[in-house]
């Protein structure tokens, strides 16, 4: 560095002394210019130095102030969803022990609960960042799986038997538990109908499905429908213990016929519709020319 700054000096010196001037004055005066340069070079250098610093860690705060900030979003987010969840408790308490089922050797299968997830956010409104939604379905899942282990105490949650049999004789004591006067029908001529409930006046014709895999199709719907107007039954109701069709939603939809989880028996009574609706259901008499006659017009 200071070969650097005597060697401009003494060529500087030796050209005012060429000219005629005084060398020694001219050397140094350019080593105290250059000096001064040097000086004002490097308080320059380490202002700017000290100002980039102050710089870095403004942008290093705002970086972290940022992140606290959509962390807290996040979390906002995330608690106003796990409220909007709790609104719809009964409803994924449902579709969890319809589209959950296990394997083997015990475990959970979640494969279809995971793929209503996104149904269920999308029907309420909720959306948001990739790995927010993604954290709020692990965190319903576990609050759901809570849910349901609460809801195991019941009567109506306890069925472990794979005896389809056995499933209706539990369904028609569920109903029974619940004031109904229920009584299964025999395998044979049943038309469709598994369980004859009546209570207060109204008739429900039941099937009961006992599905182990795969969702319960159109074909229960159309034989529970048929076979209420053979009972005389006002309602048409098909029990599951898992999931139905798209098809099978629709139709029964279409044709007044409700379906349900075994868990819903207890609130057969509330979920059927109100006798005025319910008496204008058109039934087929047992005999005759098959004419479709309103209950009204008898």
Known sequence: MLNILVAPAIIAGMIWWFFGGDFWFWFWTGVLALVAWAVLYFVFKIAEGRAQSHSDALLRQKIADDAAAEKQRQHDDIKRWHEIARGHKDALTLRY???????????????????????????????????????????????????????????ASAFTSGDPVEYERWCAEILRQNGWDASTTKASGDQGVDVIAKKGGRTAAIQCKLYTSGPVGNKAV?????????????????VSSGDYTPSARQLAAKLGVLLLHHSQLPKLEALLPGKEKAESR?????????????PSEK
């Open 282 to 294: 058109i039934l087929l008499p047992k005999h005759g020319s098959g004419l479709i006659i309103p």
């Open 222 to 238: 159309q034989e529970v429908h048929a076979a209420a107007g053979y009972v005389d039954a006002a309602h048409a109701v098909v």
């Open 97 to 155: 022990r319809q589209l959950v089922t296990k394997d083997v050797y015990g475990a959970e299968l979640l494969d279809a609960w995971r793929k209503e997830l996104p149904r269920f956010r999308k029907s309420v409104g909720i959306a948001g960042r990739e790995d927010t939604v993604a954290s709020f379905d692990s965190q319903i899942t576990l609050i759901v799986q809570a849910w349901v282990k609460a809801a195991t105490s019941s009567p």
